[in-house]
């Protein structure tokens, strides 16, 4: 391939052959730490906020954090070449259709290699005949209701919307641009700049992203943007208003507006399509017409037509209309509008949590000490960390058994010890993650449970059970007296996996009777409850809690993911668990359990 036909590569083309390469080990059963190199090295690549041409002209391929020598070697080999030998290699060993297949839900590398070696299945269309054909029966451990999970998987990967960007890729990205376009020019230039559109309501997957500035030179402004490093093709270039696309492919818009102008464009841009009919329905009925830039009189019973009112924020437009300012993540047209009429609770804020209740170490999936994981919780100014690795039953990770449990809590009393002689409040607390299994009972026995200070109870595997087996399967967990935490409810990874088929709202309602608490998983992937669910559970009469699920100690800085989604659902600090003080979180839990 030549140089010309490299460079159409982008990122996230880039990233999609290193995936591949770890799908196709998975299919061979490679080794995993190989495999897991390749996954890391994908996801790097797809969130890198340079095109990954320009760091590899500049020799800095290493510099890529997680980029080890064997890796970048491999990006040479593709941006220099076009080919990486390993690809091809293996891609001579399997059909690229049945890498494909795994994109399907509940077809894994071992299923994809069975379908592939025993039936000869080759593609997802020819998995989907099969499955129609009753073909797939036949095999060891397949039946009828195989087929049927099967045809549900390729409708849901057929629903999939692919030309959004999960909230986790984008916004790392998008605050890249930002930083890096206020570095490139002189301090002052731009006096307010903000993201606005969907990435501002935090919404779970983006479009495109839009960034809204304020400032007196909107030409140096524009020429500074479409002149930055990670701008891959300009697609429209003006004096206040520019489009550019990153090296992933998500477009970027940017405008300017006059300071007068800020208020009035900062709500327009930010708002839903709904949300703003409604505050412009609002303003109708008092005379006004309203648009990205200001009012102006339409009608007003004591102004001409035609004059004008500018807002320099949001607060001063809302309030102007009677309104309470409406937090950007509600602005979905889901009754704010009539909430802001009655100065609505203020929303959950990042700094009211003080404590983490679920996270993993190196006991089970996670890539820090007990002691590592600590330290990073301190640093943050947590009060309290609970570690909760994954217990056994899990089947593919290992996991924490009574024994293992053993030594944690040693560890823990230990640090606890050392933490209280140098006059510390900081406390670490022993859970566990355990399994749901396929009946609905658990990785470990209620005896070992009992013996923890706070459970988290989570189903990862069978996810595509019927809607009715996996609602039993949960409820039955939930009503357990030993488990305190239901954990990533639904099971869905944003634009990967599709959540379950469970009865949420039965789930929920047994959290409310039993007092088990429903979790908000803050991973970006995850953001499990959803801020839609989140708002349901609270309506129930359930308390929330807001975790990281951090698996190292970087993952500790997830947490705005979490809280931005509990502040989609309308939830205040007094609904979630962990913003309460060691003492009366603690006490919380023990009179739940005693009421179930």
Same mark, same amino acid.
């Given at each position: 391939?030549?140089?010309?036909?490299?460079?159409?590569?982008?990122?996230?083309?880039?990233?999609?052959?290193?995936?591949?390469?770890?799908?196709?080990?998975?299919?061979?059963?490679?080794?995993?730490?190989?495999?897991?190199?390749?996954?890391?090295?994908?996801?790097?690549?797809?969130?890198?906020?340079?095109?990954?041409?320009?760091?590899?002209?500049?020799?800095?391929?290493?510099?890529?954090?997680?980029?080890?020598?064997?890796?970048?070697?491999?990006?040479?080999?593709?941006?220099?070449?076009?080919?990486?030998?390993?690809?091809?290699?293996?891609?001579?060993?399997?059909?690229?259709?049945?890498?494909?297949?795994?994109?399907?839900?509940?077809?894994?590398?071992?299923?994809?290699?069975?379908?592939?070696?025993?039936?000869?299945?080759?593609?997802?269309?020819?998995?989907?005949?099969?499955?129609?054909?009753?073909?797939?029966?036949?095999?060891?451990?397949?039946?009828?209701?195989?087929?049927?999970?099967?045809?549900?998987?390729?409708?849901?990967?057929?629903?999939?919307?692919?030309?959004?960007?999960?909230?986790?890729?984008?916004?790392?990205?998008?605050?890249?641009?930002?930083?890096?376009?206020?570095?490139?020019?002189?301090?002052?230039?731009?006096?307010?700049?903000?993201?606005?559109?969907?990435?501002?309501?935090?919404?779970?997957?983006?479009?495109?992203?839009?960034?809204?500035?304020?400032?007196?030179?909107?030409?140096?402004?524009?020429?500074?943007?479409?002149?930055?490093?990670?701008?891959?093709?300009?697609?429209?270039?003006?004096?206040?208003?520019?489009?550019?696309?990153?090296?992933?492919?998500?477009?970027?818009?940017?405008?300017?507006?006059?300071?007068?102008?800020?208020?009035?464009?900062?709500?327009?841009?930010?708002?839903?399509?709904?949300?703003?009919?409604?505050?412009?329905?609002?303003?109708?009925?008092?005379?006004?017409?309203?648009?990205?830039?200001?009012?102006?009189?339409?009608?007003?019973?004591?102004?001409?037509?035609?004059?004008?009112?500018?807002?320099?924020?949001?607060?001063?437009?809302?309030?102007?209309?009677?309104?309470?300012?409406?937090?950007?993540?509600?602005?979905?047209?889901?009754?704010?509008?009539?909430?802001?009429?009655?100065?609505?609770?203020?929303?959950?804020?990042?700094?009211?949590?003080?404590?983490? +209740?679920?996270?993993?170490?190196?006991?089970?999936?996670?890539? $820090? &000490? !007990? @002691? %590592?994981?600590? =330290?990073?919780?301190?640093?943050?100014?947590?009060?309290?960390?609970?570690?909760?690795?994954?217990?056994?039953?899990?089947?593919?990770?290992?996991?924490?058994?009574?024994?293992?449990?053993?030594?944690?809590?040693?560890?823990?009393?230990?640090?606890?010890?050392?933490?209280?002689?140098?006059?510390?409040?900081?406390?670490?607390?022993?859970?566990?993650?355990?399994?749901?299994?396929?009946?609905?009972?658990?990785?470990?026995?209620?005896?070992?449970?009992?013996?923890?200070?706070?459970?988290?109870?989570?189903?990862?595997?069978?996810?595509?059970?019927?809607?009715?087996?996996?609602?039993?399967?949960?409820?039955?967990?939930?009503?357990?007296?030993?488990?305190?935490?239901?954990?990533?409810?639904?099971?869905?990874?944003?634009?990967?996996?599709?959540?379950?088929?469970?009865? +949420?709202?039965?789930?929920?309602?047994?959290?409310?009777?039993? $007092? &088990? !608490? @429903? %979790?908000?998983? =803050?991973?970006?992937?995850?953001?499990?409850?959803?801020?839609?669910?989140?708002?349901?559970?609270?309506?129930?009469?359930?308390?929330?809690?807001?975790?990281?699920?951090?698996?190292?100690?970087?993952?500790?800085?997830?947490?705005?993911?979490?809280?931005?989604?509990?502040?989609?659902?309308?939830?205040?600090?007094?609904?979630?668990?962990?913003?309460?003080?060691?003492?009366?979180?603690?006490?919380?839990?023990?009179?739940?359990?005693?009421?179930?």
């Amino acid at each position: 391939m030549s140089d010309s036909a490299t460079a159409r590569l982008s990122n996230r083309q880039v990233a999609e052959i290193f995936a591949a390469i770890a799908d196709l080990m998975l299919i061979l059963g490679e080794n995993r730490f190989k495999i897991i190199a390749y996954q890391n090295a994908a996801r790097t690549i797809e969130e890198l906020n340079r095109d990954i041409h320009t760091i590899h002209a500049a020799g800095e391929l290493r510099a890529i954090p997680g980029i080890g020598q064997a890796i970048a070697e491999k990006i040479d080999d593709l941006l220099t070449t076009g080919h990486i030998p390993l690809y091809d290699k293996l891609t001579e060993q399997v059909p690229a259709g049945v890498v494909e297949m795994m994109r399907v839900p509940d077809v894994g590398p071992k299923t994809a290699k069975r379908l592939w070696e025993e039936l000869d299945i080759t593609s997802v269309e020819g998995l989907k005949a099969a499955a129609q054909a009753g073909q797939i029966r036949v095999l060891k451990g397949f039946g009828a209701k195989s087929e049927e999970k099967i045809l549900k998987g390729i409708e849901l990967l057929a629903r999939r919307a692919d030309d959004r960007t999960p909230i986790g890729t984008a916004r790392p990205l998008a605050e890249g641009v930002i930083a890096d376009l206020l570095a490139a020019l002189p301090e002052g230039t731009i006096q307010k700049i903000e993201l606005a559109g969907s990435l501002r309501r935090w919404r779970e997957t983006i479009g495109d992203v839009d960034i809204l500035a304020v400032s007196e030179q909107p030409v140096a402004v524009m020429e500074a943007f479409r002149s930055l490093p990670q701008v891959v093709d300009i697609l429209g270039a003006g004096d206040r208003k520019s489009s550019v696309t990153l090296p992933n492919g998500m477009q970027v818009d940017i405008r300017v507006v006059e300071a007068r102008h800020w208020g009035a464009a900062l709500a327009y841009f930010t708002g839903s399509q709904a949300h703003n009919v409604a505050v412009r329905e609002l303003a109708q009925k008092q005379g006004w017409s309203l648009n990205e830039y200001a009012l102006t009189s339409d009608g007003h019973p004591d102004l001409p037509d035609g004059e004008e009112r500018f807002f320099e924020t949001e607060e001063e437009l809302y309030a102007f209309l009677g309104l309470a300012w409406v937090a950007p993540e509600m602005r979905e047209n889901s009754g704010e509008i009539q909430a802001a009429r009655q100065q609505a609770n203020r929303l959950i804020e990042v700094g009211d949590i003080v404590g983490e +209740l679920h996270s993993h170490t190196i006991f089970s999936d996670g890539k $820090g &000490t !007990i @002691a %590592e994981m600590a =330290a990073a919780a301190q640093a943050k100014g947590y009060a309290y960390w609970n570690v909760s690795d994954h217990s056994i039953g899990l089947g593919v990770t290992q996991g924490v058994d009574a024994a293992k449990l053993a030594e944690q809590r040693a560890e823990i009393d230990q640090l606890n010890a050392g933490y209280a002689a140098a006059g510390s409040d900081f406390r670490l607390l022993l859970g566990t993650e355990v399994e749901i299994l396929a009946d609905g009972s658990l990785g470990l026995a209620d005896e070992v449970l009992a013996g923890l200070d706070v459970v988290v109870a989570s189903i990862h595997i069978g996810l595509r059970q019927e809607r009715e087996a996996i609602t039993e399967r949960c409820l039955k967990a939930v009503r357990n007296p030993h488990v305190d935490i239901l954990g990533h409810p639904t099971g869905r990874l944003i634009g990967r996996r599709e959540p379950s088929d469970i009865d +949420l709202e039965r789930v929920l309602q047994a959290c409310a009777e039993t $007092g &088990t !608490i @429903a %979790e908000i998983n =803050a991973n970006p992937a995850r953001l499990d409850l959803s801020g839609t669910y989140a708002r349901r559970a609270v309506e129930l009469g359930c308390t929330l809690v807001i975790n990281c699920d951090a698996h190292s100690t970087d993952q500790i800085d997830l947490l705005p993911y979490g809280v931005h989604t509990a502040r989609r659902g309308w939830v205040t600090a007094a609904d979630v668990l962990n913003t309460r003080p060691l003492a009366e979180m603690l006490g919380m839990l023990k009179d739940r359990k005693s009421e179930k």
